[in-house]
């Protein structure tokens, strides 16, 4: 794919594919690709199964179809984008058994799924007791930046029974299919990317830590909150956030 095609899927919004998310994302049922939305489980899944769309067998995230029209590259651009993570989980899973603290995180895995496809998100990983969401322009729209604060602010109020950290972060990453031979994903990577993740790993239970300018966007209709500068790990700049309890 040409750098003006991945400009046109991922900065101007590819028709074909946002038309292909509006109707897959009203089909059961989880898990489902990634990028198109297409599912994998339920009639759905076997459906569209049959007609090329299955899991692929590189990676199981995206569907077949995604896959081989994507061959390896992308371009850097502006992003938003979320992560989120449950507390203590060790000691939640010690106190409970195997799938009394899988369905939990099930649970988990399927708010946030909910939550960040209505605000048009990308999600790009659930491992482990975290997920990661991509807000790209092309998917989520012109307002792709407040759509990140407020899915952010959001899914920490969804999850209020569970000890969840969010955090948001937006910024210039490289997105894309990236790997090598038979490992390979899209995905986006990139200091926006690594401060994120930085930034939810200072998000206590029950907080969501929104890097300042992406507050800025949301302040009208959530006031309040702390002001902090954060220094984080392996970077040289201090970051300026906004703490918010939900």
């Given at each position: 794919?040409?750098?003006?095609?991945?400009?046109?899927?991922?900065?101007?919004?590819?028709?074909?594919?946002?038309?292909?998310?509006?109707?897959?994302?009203?089909?059961?049922?989880?898990?489902?690709?990634?990028?198109?939305?297409?599912?994998?489980?339920?009639?759905?899944?076997?459906?569209?199964?049959?007609?090329?769309?299955?899991?692929?067998?590189?990676?199981?995230?995206?569907?077949?179809?995604?896959?081989?029209?994507?061959?390896?590259?992308?371009?850097?651009?502006?992003?938003?984008?979320?992560?989120?993570?449950?507390?203590?989980?060790?000691?939640?899973?010690?106190?409970?058994?195997?799938?009394?603290?899988?369905?939990?995180?099930?649970?988990?895995?399927?708010?946030?799924?909910?939550?960040?496809?209505?605000?048009?998100?990308?999600?790009?990983?659930?491992?482990?007791?975290?997920?990661?969401?991509?807000?790209?322009?092309?998917?989520?729209?012109?307002?792709?930046?407040?759509?990140?604060?407020?899915?952010?602010?959001?899914?920490?109020?969804?999850?209020?029974?569970?000890?969840?950290?969010?955090?948001?972060?937006?910024?210039?990453?490289?997105?894309?299919?990236?790997?090598?031979?038979?490992?390979?994903?899209?995905?986006?990577?990139?200091?926006?990317?690594?401060?994120?993740?930085?930034?939810?790993?200072?998000?206590?239970?029950?907080?969501?830590?929104?890097?300042?300018d992406l507050y800025d966007l949301v302040a009208a209709d959530h006031p309040g909150g702390r002001q902090e500068r954060l220094t984080v790990r392996g970077r040289d700049e201090p970051v300026d956030v906004r703490v918010l309890s939900v």
């Open positions: 794919m040409k750098p003006l095609e991945w400009q046109a899927l991922l900065v101007d919004g590819y028709e074909p594919l946002k038309k292909a998310q509006r109707l897959f994302r009203r089909l059961p049922r989880d898990p489902r690709c990634k990028l198109c939305q297409n599912p994998f489980g339920g009639v759905g899944g076997k459906l569209f199964g049959w007609m090329g769309r299955k899991p692929s067998r590189k990676n199981p995230n995206l569907c077949q179809y995604c896959f081989d029209h994507l061959p390896t590259g992308g371009i850097e651009l502006d992003i938003g984008v979320v992560f989120a993570d449950v507390r203590s989980s060790t000691a939640m899973g010690e106190r409970a058994t195997a799938t009394e603290f899988a369905a939990r995180l099930n649970e988990f895995y399927a708010t946030a799924t909910d939550v960040f496809v209505r605000h048009d998100g990308l999600i790009d990983k659930l491992i482990g007791d975290e997920v990661m969401a991509l807000f790209l322009p092309g998917l989520s729209g012109p307002d792709y930046r407040r759509a990140t604060a407020l899915a952010a602010i959001e899914l920490a109020s969804a999850v209020h029974d569970l000890p969840v950290g969010v955090a948001a972060n937006a910024g210039v990453a490289f997105v894309g299919k990236v790997g090598v031979g038979s490992i390979v994903d899209f995905t986006a990577l990139g200091d926006a990317v690594n401060v994120g993740a930085r930034l939810q790993s200072n998000a206590s239970p029950g907080e969501v830590v929104l890097a300042a």
